[in-house]
T-cell receptor, first 115, second 117 residues
Framework: AQSVTQLDSHVSVSEGTPVLLRCNYS??????LFWYVQHPNKGLQLLLK??????LVKGINGFEAEFKKSETSFHLTKPSAHMSDAAEYFC?????????????FGKGTRLSVIA | EAGVAQSPRYKIIEKRQSVAFWCNPI?????LYWYQQILGQGPKLLIQ????????DSQLPKDRFSAERLKGVDSTLKIQPAKLEDSAVYLC???????????????FGEGSRLTVL
């Protein structure tokens, strides 16, 4: 079974400062890991995906995440926050390459960006 | 490319009434998912279809929830009778699963927000 823990329910940063959203995972298999973003009243959008290729994954809008197997972590970072980054972020784990393995979502981290 | 379409966007019903949600996935996507997202929580998988067959419905409350995907394209999710705790956003997603890369990106619709009074 797989699970994911997002360590912060709410993160607040000032515009132009770095963003760090923390995620730890548990998986019986070699996992696939994702970060999704959800803006208010909008659908979920994929930011980036790790599927056992490069451990540093670059996504859209300047976000990136590093897969660290030894720490079972997949933290999301961005060098400089923008007001438009304010949203809910979900870390997601899948149990590997099986097409039938469902995605398991974390509880989410709400990112606030202060002007 | 058209995205995942869902309707209705909003629905308000009283408890013990029934409701149905419809989803049209992205053309060619064989896998379709229904997720329930309660306010303040992450989405929880209710049911996963591969074409028109059910892959996983272990978290679907089968005494009141049902879902079908006739002809392997559109899907409907029904709740009958509804309870107060069913108030949530119901998200439909679809994906194109490739044998070489496994679980592909999920594309989500904007969701159907249900309020049960």
């Amino acid at each position: 079974a797989q699970s994911v823990t997002q360590l912060d329910s709410h993160v607040s940063v000032s515009e132009g400062t770095p963003v760090l959203l923390r995620c730890n995972y548990s998986s019986s298999y070699s996992p696939s890991l994702f970060w999704y973003v959800q803006h208010p009243n909008k659908g979920l959008q994929l930011l980036l995906k790790y599927t056992s290729a490069a451990t540093l994954v670059k996504g859209i809008n300047g976000f990136e995440a590093e897969f660290k197997k030894s720490e079972t972590s997949f933290h999301l970072t961005k060098p400089s926050a923008h007001m438009s980054d304010a949203a809910e972020y979900f870390c997601v784990v899948s149990g590997g390459f099986s097409g039938n393995t469902p995605l398991v979502f974390g509880k989410g981290t709400r990112l606030s960006v202060i002007a | 490319e058209a995205g995942v379409a869902q309707s209705p966007r909003y629905k308000i019903i009283e408890k013990r009434q029934s409701v149905a949600f419809w989803c049209n996935p992205i053309s060619g996507h064989a896998t379709l998912y229904w997720y329930q997202q309660i306010l303040g929580q992450g989405p929880k998988l209710l049911i996963q279809f591969q074409n028109n067959g059910v892959v996983d419905d272990s978290q679907l409350p089968k005494d009141r929830f049902s879902a079908e995907r006739l002809k392997g394209v559109d899907s409907t999710l029904k709740i009958q009778p509804a309870k107060l705790e069913d108030s949530a956003v119901y998200l439909c997603a679809s994906s194109l699963v490739r044998r070489t890369t496994g679980t592909g990106e999920l594309f989500f619709g904007e969701g159907s927000r249900l309020t049960v009074l």
